[in-house]
């Protein structure tokens, strides 16, 4: 069995920093495309970040400059480096893991994902 567990949520001021890990364990794909999303109240889920099997990234455009996705491929950790915090940011983010190579751009939808941890970035 897989588990994905996120943590590193909380609350912060506008302006500030925080950083979300993502711990995965168990077996699962040995190329994984693994991913940040998230979802604000009223909102539809969005992508924030994604780093595939090959080491690529790619940002959301509301994120970009202000997050930083990186991977520990030894202890199987995501993490997302959240800078200049915006209320808009505000949100429960999503860690998932599964393989591009399989399922292409609907890697995430057939992936494994955790429960979620919340940011709350107050002004």
């Known amino acids: 069995q897989v588990q994905v567990v996120e943590s590193g949520g909380g609350s912060v001021q506008t302006g500030g920093s925080r950083r979300l890990s993502c711990a995965a364990s168990?077996?699962?794909?040995?190329?994984?495309?693994m991913g940040w999303f998230r979802q604000a109240p009223g909102k539809e889920r969005e992508g924030v970040a994604e780093?595939?099997?090959?080491?690529?990234?790619t940002y959301d455009d509301s994120v970009k400059g202000r997050f930083t996705i990186s991977k520990d491929n030894t202890k199987n950790t995501l993490y997302l480096q959240m800078n200049n915090l915006k209320p808009e940011d505000t949100a429960v983010y999503y860690c998932?893991?599964?393989?591009?190579?399989?399922?292409?751009?609907?890697?995430?939808?057939?992936?494994?994902w955790g429960k979620g941890t919340k940011v709350t970035v107050t002004s």
């Open positions: 998932a893991a599964g393989s591009r190579d399989i399922y292409g751009d609907r890697w995430a939808e057939n992936g494994y």
């Open positions: 780093i595939d099997s090959d080491g690529s990234i």
């Open positions: 168990g077996y699962y794909y040995s190329r994984p495309t």
